[in-house]
């Protein structure tokens, strides 16, 4: 499951917001420490000699960051942490039949940003707003907060964030006479010049929105708005549109991959073959992390390839946007964070969230190439070219509609199907109205 990106939901595991709500009907609530809690809401006392669970997703959270936590943790509460790795594939059925279960909810988890919404309008997290301050309060990335908030209060923070930018074949657009484009439409025409009937110009399967609603936000489209006090899918509105249209044209002009694709793997297309064959695509976009991917062949170890960087090759930049010398608005991968509402040691909890956010660990997390949660620390993802690409195109980075319902329109793969469509040659404004109507009903749970 690549980071940051792929966020896999079963249909079966949602059966609507509305079920999910159901399911967490009663979840809030506040555990009741042993101790008195300080000014800024924890309690020290309470803490002691819990034994709490933290739930990750996926292998993000590299095992260096997680022995920390572990050591960290009792030595603060002489309590024990115990970390369990969830699958992306199945985390929103566990987390779905698990977080109402106070005998086997996990105490504090981690969740994908864009599922958020749905979790905290159903009141599965306790209230984190007494200790927000001192986690870091404004210094925290602002959209992560925003979704994990419900009337003024936060239950959901950042943990940590990810951001995509362009990879390219130097080698292949240099052969070419092309050079870092400054527009968006410089880009799309550039990258259609590099295709042949072997190699992607540009390499992006057709259902793959994450990276195609690139284009939305570049020409100032969304794909929902709040109307009053409901949201609406926006797929029809004209600067939508227009996003649309210009990924139609550039996956038809620059792609070569299945209109059937979705999140996939570009770095093996863009890197040459370990028996020397030539790469099948000149330029990708991926999120940051990718670039340990991508290289020069140098051999297997433990039965993986093992790749070096190699700057005469390769080069990275963010996508540029509409207008010369902006960078375009491309979504924020990442996770947050939170304490279950039906945890019976939110003390402990607490507690483990104070080391989360202590300045070590942010710097630990931009140090393992994970976008710190307090913006104070971005400076630990290094000053190379690539987390100065990860730095501008996270600046203005985007996340999905905070809507309650949000997790139900992926977990029926609406847009996949729809940006499917768009990329076989559909005719846009008419698809657009065919599935704002059908987003509309479930987008507010």
């Known amino acids: 499951m690549n980071r940051f990106g792929r966020r896999g939901i079963a249909l079966s595991a949602l059966a609507g917001a509305s079920a999910l709500a159901l399911a967490l009907t009663g979840c809030s609530g506040n555990g009741a420490g042993t101790g008195d809690t300080d000014a800024t809401g924890f309690d020290a006392e309470g803490a002691k000699d819990q034994n709490i669970t933290f739930w990750v997703m996926g292998g993000d959270t590299p095992d260096a960051l997680r022995e920390y936590l572990i050591e960290e943790y009792k030595a603060a509460t002489g309590g024990t942490l ?38 905290t309008t159903a009141g599965a997290f306790a209230d984190l707003s007494p200790i927000y301050d ?70 992006i399967g057709g259902q793959d929105w994450r990276n195609a609603v690139s284009w939305v936000f570049a020409n100032g489209g969304d794909l929902a ?61 991926a999120p940051g992390w990718a670039h340990w991917s991508v290289g020069d062949y140098k051999g297997d170890k433990d039965g993986k390839e093992v790749r070096e960087w190699n700057d005469a090759n390769f ?26 509402a039906k945890s019976t040691k939110k003390e402990g909890a607490k507690e483990l969230l104070r080391i989360i956010f202590s300045d070590e660990y942010q710097q630990m997390l931009g140090e ?13 993802l290094g000053d190379d070219q690539f987390a100065k690409a990860l730095i501008d195109s996270a600046l203005d980075s985007k996340l999905t509609p905070a809507a309650p319902g949000w997790a139900a329109v992926e977990g029926q793969k609406i847009l996949e199907e729809f940006f499917g469509k768009i990329a076989d040659g559909g005719d846009v404004a008419a ?13 507010n749970g």
């Open 315 to 340: 080069g990275v930049f963010p996508l540029p946007g509409v207008e010369a010398g902006s960078v375009a608005p491309v979504f924020a991968g990442g996770s947050n964070i939170a304490i279950s």
């Open 431 to 443: 698809l657009a109205k065919e599935y704002d109507a059908k987003i509309d009903p479930i987008i």
């Open 82 to 119: 115990t970390i369990k790795q969830q699958d992306w594939g199945d985390a929103l059925t566990k987390l779905t039949n698990q977080l109402p279960d106070a005998k086997n909810t996990p105490d504090v988890t981690e969740i994908g940003n864009t599922w958020s919404p749905t979790f």
């Open 134 to 203: 001192d986690l870091g309060g404004d210094k925290l990335l602002r959209s992560f907060v925003d979704v994990g908030t419900v009337d003024g209060k936060q239950y959901a923070l950042p943990y940590y964030f990810g951001s995509r930018y362009i990879t390219y074949r130097k080698d292949i657009w240099d052969a070419a006479g092309l050079s870092v484009p400054t527009t968006l439409a410089e880009f799309n025409e550039d990258v259609a010049k590099l295709r042949t009937g072997d190699q992607s110009g540009f390499y």
């Open 225 to 285: 708005k709040k109307d009053g006090d409901k949201w609406v899918s926006t797929l029809s509105s004209d600067k939508t549109v227009a996003g649309l249209e210009q990924f139609q044209e550039l996956f038809q002009s620059a792609s070569n991959a299945p209109v059937t694709e979705d999140d996939s793997t570009p770095w093996v297309n863009i890197n040459n073959d370990k028996n020397g064959a030539a790469p099948t695509t000149a330029t990708m976009i």
């Open 368 to 380: 393992n190439g994970l976008g710190p949660a307090n913006t104070d620390f971005v400076s630990s």
